[in-house]
Antibody, heavy 117, light 108 residues
Framework: QVQLVQSGAEVKKPGASVRVSCKASGYTFTGYFIHWVRQVPGQGLEWMGWINPNSGGTNYAQRFQGRVTMTRDTSISTTYMELNSLTSDDTAVYYC???????????WGQGTLVTVS | EIVLTQSPGTLSLSPGERATLSCRASQSITNNYLAWYQQKPGQAPRLLIYAASSRATGIPDRFTGSGSGTDFTLTISRLEPEDFAVYFCQQYGNSPRTFGQGTKLEIK
């Protein structure tokens, strides 16, 4: 079955960087995009961008441009999201989510809580 | 970017009743690429409906999506206890993808 398993919770200081991983299984890794979405506790969902695991191509939301980097390692079916220059406003649960190209997000990871304090 | 406005913010109903949730877009959504997700506390969102009216795999037929252009609706025909959760709409027809702010469906 399709699974996206994310790395564990992180606590970071302001100004630091965080890298969250998302390991895929149960499907052809290079056949689906991986999106990253974050959610401040108790609030809504915010789309951050996507990576095409086949080509490595990326598309970032404008508000994260220059601060986020999404990469992948096809040998271990894993994508990474790195966010730099953290502030307390970045405290959130970060999700990875799969999509066929240009389509809905059909499977989601369990989420990774990043606390900036 | 497309702004999605969900209403109501909170909906209080009893099991067995019918729920109607609304999602309105600030401009027409390309290809009616509008999805609905259910989220329970401590869990990731779960895809219910995509392309406005297609039910995702394993979703019961009491969940129905409808609408086009800028106005979309999620209807839950007869509420089960497990349906009480927060529901988000998302448009993925235009970049950036955007979400509504959510509707909390609570037990009356």
């Amino acid at each position: 079955q399709v699974q996206l398993v994310q790395s564990g919770a992180e606590v970071k200081k302001p100004g630091a960087s965080v890298r969250v991983s998302c390991k895929a299984s149960g499907y052809t890794f290079t056949g689906y995009f991986i999106h990253w979405v974050r959610q401040v506790p108790g609030q809504g969902l915010e789309w951050m961008g996507w990576i095409n695991p086949n080509s490595g191509g990326t598309n970032y939301a404008q508000r994260f441009q220059g601060r986020v980097t999404m990469t992948r390692d096809t040998s271990i079916s894993t994508t990474y999201m790195e966010l730099n220059s953290l502030t307390s406003d970045d405290t959130a649960v970060y999700y990875c989510a799969r999509s066929p190209m240009g389509q809905r997000n059909d499977y989601w990871g369990q989420g990774t809580l990043v606390t900036v304090s | 970017e497309i702004v999605l406005t969900q209403s109501p913010g909170t909906l209080s109903l009893s099991p067995g009743e019918r729920a109607t949730l609304s999602c309105r877009a600030s401009q027409s959504i390309t290809n009616n690429y509008l999805a609905w997700y259910q989220q329970k506390p401590g869990q990731a969102p779960r895809l219910l409906i995509y392309a406005a009216s297609s039910r995702a795999t394993g979703i019961p037929d009491r969940f129905t999506g409808s609408g086009s252009g800028t106005d979309f609706t999620l209807t839950i025909s007869r509420l089960e206890p497990e349906d009480f959760a927060v529901y988000f709409c998302q448009q993925y027809g235009n970049s950036p993808r955007t979400f509504g702010q959510g509707t909390k469906l609570e037990i009356k």
